[in-house]
């Protein structure tokens, strides 16, 4: 009778610890992440990254967000150059998504006085850093599985471009062309111009991180081999400055969709083929 009065003697004490335990808090030990599962987005780019890789509830987009397809049934909470925070402070979202290289951090801070969480999708310069971008938001939107598809078609199509790609290396300018006004390049530390090396091709351009005023005497010294405007290529193609370009006489200018050439998004790997398809067929 003592040893079954000391065993359930045991059980009430075991069943009160247990009671009384906190609940899990996390890895570790640590809190768990905030889980965001609905998003306010700033950008276009932030946008496909949010709505195509997380497939995350929209309540607001800026007018200029596009893809994927429902994201023009959430609302227009930023018109211009300013999000409309009085309309996204309404909204209540659990996160602001968007595009560090179009705002200042002012505009960024303003959320955080308002309680709004925010994170940047597209920082970086280089794939590598925009991989890494992906498994990072990614845990927060408890997206693993989709972030790490997505990551796998980078590296593939990386991986593909990379082991074809062409000796010497054939080299390749990317462009937004103007009518009537200075075409801009892309600089050679852009996210643009490793997407080009994960192509396979050489990119060449002043050096800087963003597009910038093209000077042409310069670029017609740089003369590359291939160039990539952003959307029809006819302004630059008009130009009769570049007439006796190579790419212009050999006919290596080419457009492309500006939607994936220009950001940040959803279709990165569709870019590294792009290129890697356009330096492979190169004819010197």
Do not use: W
């Amino acid at each position: 009778m003592r040893l079954a009065s000391l065993a359930l003697t045991g059980l009430a004490v075991l069943s009160l610890m247990v009671g009384c335990a906190k609940p899990d808090s996390g890895v570790g030990g640590q809190p768990a992440p905030k889980v965001y599962k609905s998003v306010v987005s700033l950008s276009p780019s932030s946008s496909e990254i949010a709505g195509i890789v997380f497939l995350r509830e929209f309540r607001g987009r800026s007018e200029s967000c596009d893809q994927p397809g429902h994201v023009k049934e959430a609302p227009v909470v930023m018109k211009g150059l300013k999000p409309d925070y009085e309309k996204i402070v309404a909204i209540k979202p659990d996160c602001v998504v968007y595009d560090p290289d179009l705002f200042q951090q002012s505009d960024i801070d303003k959320f955080k006085e308002l309680g709004i969480d925010t994170f940047p999708l597209g920082k970086g310069d280089t794939v590598d850093e925009f991989i890494d971008m992906i498994y990072e938001f990614s845990k927060f939107t408890q997206a693993e599985t989709l972030g790490s598809e997505y990551v796998d078609k980078i590296v593939r199509e990386r991986s593909t471009a990379l082991a074809s790609a062409p000796t010497p290396p054939v080299s390749v300018a990317m462009l937004m062309s103007s009518n009537g006004a200075e075409h801009m390049i892309s600089g050679t530390e852009s996210f643009i111009a490793d997407v080009i090396r994960s192509g396979g091709g050489k990119p060449v351009g002043p050096s800087g991180r963003l597009f910038m005023t093209m000077n042409a005497e310069s670029f017609m010294a740089m003369d590359p081999d291939i160039v990539i405007v952003a959307g029809a290529p006819d302004g630059f193609l008009n130009d009769p400055r570049f007439k006796n370009m190579s790419a212009v006489k050999r006919k290596t200018v080419y457009g492309t969709n500006p939607s994936v050439a220009l950001r940040k998004g959803a279709f990165v790997e569709r870019f590294i083929k792009r290129v890697s398809e356009l330096v492979q067929n190169f004819k010197r």
